[in-house]
């Protein structure tokens, strides 16, 4: 059985603006104001989830078919991950990214040399890491810091003062923009065992309690027609 998302959502009886439509018309629509979440017990306990990477250009749907072996349930990799607008927050296809770069980094360029010149000309410089001579790291590698980075620390070890000289080296835009989309790729998954739960959980969540306003069923509401009273 298939569990795609829009599927999950209760609909909502609107007034038809339909070209010929009468007082009292209606028509069926899929409420989309109702959104699913992962209740907080689950989504704020790691011990539910394990840690997935995203390969190649796969969508959430190949995600979901690998996982769960059902690419419907490309809704539950999202939820799993907070992903609300997946054109910024999934990784880019290769073409994607491509396109993404000579938009971001040409502007105002002409030719391809310039673009591509500027897409691998230096975004900041970060440092390398360095040790004292018993191998205790003083400079973590991966901070940002100005070209001309350097430090100098006394090594107790070898009773002497260290200058390290610039420990330094560039990245690049396109090196920036690389490890941006790569840091997406990595994700967390719900696992198997407790899927049934979180499917359990949406059904409830979107089912419309009666006594509600507006209520006419579990899975259907009915708006007022404002045209009965002006």
Do not use: C
Not at 165 to 176: D, S
Request: proline share 4%; charged share 30%.
């Amino acid at each position: 059985m298939t569990n795609p998302y829009f599927r999950q959502l209760p609909s909502f009886e609107y007034v038809s603006r339909l070209p010929g439509s009468k007082i009292g018309d209606y028509i069926e629509v899929k409420n989309l104001f109702k959104r699913g979440n992962i209740r907080p017990d689950i989504f704020e306990n790691v011990a539910f989830f394990e840690k997935y990477k995203i390969e190649g250009d796969d969508r959430p749907d190949n995600v979901a078919f690998k996982v769960y072996n059902d690419s419907t349930l490309d809704w539950v990799i999202l939820l799993s991950n907070n992903i609300v607008n997946i054109q910024t927050e999934w990784p880019l296809t290769q073409n994607s990214f491509d396109s993404y770069l000579r938009e971001k980094y040409g502007v105002g360029l002409t030719t391809e040399e310039d673009i591509y010149s500027n897409i691998y000309n230096v975004h900041h410089y970060e440092t390398i890491e360095v040790k004292n001579s018993q191998e205790v790291v003083i400079v973590p590698a991966g901070l940002e810091v100005p070209e001309d980075y350097s430090i100098s620390f006394y090594d107790y070890f070898i009773d002497r003062q260290v200058d390290t000289g610039i420990i330094t080296v560039p990245v690049t835009n396109y090196e920036y923009e690389e490890k941006l989309e790569n840091d997406k790729r990595n994700i967390y998954v719900l696992k198997q065992r407790y899927l049934n739960i979180v499917l359990d959980d949406m059904q409830e969540m979107m089912e419309y309690k009666e006594g509600s306003s507006q209520y006419k069923t579990e899975t259907l509401k009915r708006a007022d027609d404002i045209r009965l009273y002006s």
